[in-house]
């Protein structure tokens, strides 16, 4: 493959915070190598460009679906007095007015983590807090569809000469995704590294601001990115999402694990027990526990924590998620379900 054939490739990588231009237009290619396999160097002006992360898997995955077979991509830091240093550093300032940090994980995915982030998250809001979101599943971000914000662009803002991305504002909640950046429907291909260095950036190089509680939708599982994170950012504690029946226990009990690490030792707020009963819509008032009941209170009981709260199955809740309209900004029981959820964390720390 020919430098300009692989240049055709890159022209259709877009910075997104820069009015959509490509990285071949914006002068960010620094140099090409095709001795031995595809070699990619981009330049960053800044140290700090907030996509930097998402900019190399973008030019990956570019070339990839090009027909380059393991292309590799480096940075080089142009113009810049401090020490160049390549890779990219981290500091946690944009936190330093964020009174609560906390997680939400599970040891298991699907468990319906996101759907209690986004809605605790609009449920603090509704409480008067102020509070933020980072969704922190780089692999498959959920938080623009849960929260109708799909295709928004957020755009970067410069300040004390670090370039932060400005959240997204909606229901009262700053909104932060890696899906922002992604073009619809294309699978984010990421490096262990790379992953974790993309995920650090959406939550430590965002305008976040004044906040009450900013709130992490931790991916799922329990690997490496997880303690990664869980090292960098200063996440206070967890709360830990299950579903009621006996085998998610163990589970449970991985996330549970995570968070009490030797090296990680951060406290578990507590236990939301999620599913914990159906009620149909058409009997509102009804309660069918098809996962067993108060699998929830054993649990936490067995782990030596606090059962936080407990959202029922309903179908508005699903449908809610989809249509971006998160439920606890309704009206129905659902929605106190999780204004219950949103006051006992807020009691809890105080
Ligand atoms: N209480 C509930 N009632 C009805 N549907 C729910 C409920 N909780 C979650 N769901 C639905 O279950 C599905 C999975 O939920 P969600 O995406 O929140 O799980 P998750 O744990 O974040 O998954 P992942 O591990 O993939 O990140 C979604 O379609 C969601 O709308
Ligand atoms: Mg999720």
């Known amino acids: 493959m020919t430098g300009n054939e692989i240049l055709k490739l890159l022209s259709e990588v877009r910075h997104p915070a820069r009015g959509d231009r490509d990285i071949v ?70 936190l330093r007015n964020v009174r609560h940090i906390v997680g939400v994980a599970s040891g298991k995915g699907g468990v319906g983590k996101s759907t209690v982030a986004v809605n605790l998250a609009c449920a603090l809001a509704r ?7 980072a969704d922190a599943d780089v692999y498959g971000p959920s938080v623009p569809l849960m929260t109708g914000t799909e295709g928004a662009s957020p755009m970067a803002e410069e300040q004390d000469g670090k370039e932060l991305i400005i959240p997204l ?55 490496d990115i997880h303690i990664s994170l869980l090292q960098d950012i200063p996440v206070e504690g967890a709360i830990l999402v299950t579903t009621p029946q006996e085998v998610a226990l163990a589970d449970v009990e991985k996330g549970a694990n995570m968070f009490r690490n030797k090296g990680i030792e951060r406290p ?3 236990l939301v027990e999620n599913m914990a009963w159906f009620t149909p819509a058409e009997h509102p008032d009804e309660k069918y526990y098809i996962f ?14 606090e059962l936080l709260g407990r959202i029922p199955l309903v179908q508005s809740i699903r449908e809610s998620g989809d249509s971006g ?20 964390l807020a009691s809890k720390l105080g």
């Not at 190399?56 to 590799?72: E, H, M, Q, S, W």
Request: glycine share 14%.
């Open 25 to 94: 237009e914006l002068g960010m290619v620094n140099s090409i190598d095709t001795d031995g396999g595809v070699r990619v160097v981009l330049g960053f002006p800044k140290r700090r460009d907030p996509l930097a992360e998402y900019l190399i898997g973008a030019t990956r995955a570019a070339l990839i679906r090009g027909g380059v077979k393991d292309p590799k991509v480096d940075t080089v830091v142009l113009e810049d007095a401090a020490p160049k240093k390549k890779g990219l550093e981290f500091d946690t300032e944009c």
């Open 127 to 133: 409480l008067g807090y102020k509070v933020g979101l």
């Open 169 to 223: 504002e909606k229901y009262g909640v700053k909104w932060m995704s890696i899906g922002y950046f992604a073009e619809r429907g294309q699978a984010l291909i990421w490096r262990g590294p790379m992953a974790c260095n993309a995920l650090k950036q959406m939550i430590l190089q965002v305008k976040w601001g004044v906040l009450d509680f900013l709130l992490i939708d931790m991916p799922p599982g329990t690997g």
């Open 268 to 270: 578990i707020f507590g």
């Open 292 to 305: 067993g009941k108060d699998g929830g209170a054993h649990m936490a009981e067995d782990l030596g924590i």
């Open 325 to 344: 309209e998160p439920a606890a900004l309704g009206t129905r029981p659902d929605a106190q379900a999780f204004l219950d959820l949103a006051a006992r």
